[in-house]
């Protein structure tokens, strides 16, 4: 994810760089979003929830 910028280096303009890296973070997130959810705990899919075991559902 990061080797691309790494190569680049910075740039004369740091909110441009700024701006480069953002873009490629979330171009990262889209291209791989198994790495993504991994690397910050989130799912990747959706998922059905667990039923609650015992007790109802209305608090009675």
């Not at 873009?23 to 690397?39: N, Q, W």
């Not at 059905?48 to 009675?60: E, W």
Request: with cysteine; proline share 8%; charged share 30%.
């Amino acid at each position: 994810m990061v080797h691309r910028d790494r190569d680049r280096g910075p740039s004369a303009d740091p909110v441009e760089d700024l701006r480069r890296g953002w873009d490629g973070y979330v171009e990262s997130g889209l291209r791989i979003p198994a790495i993504y959810g991994l690397m910050h705990g989130g799912r990747t899919k959706p998922t059905r929830r667990r039923p609650r075991l015992g007790g109802s559902c209305t608090g009675s």
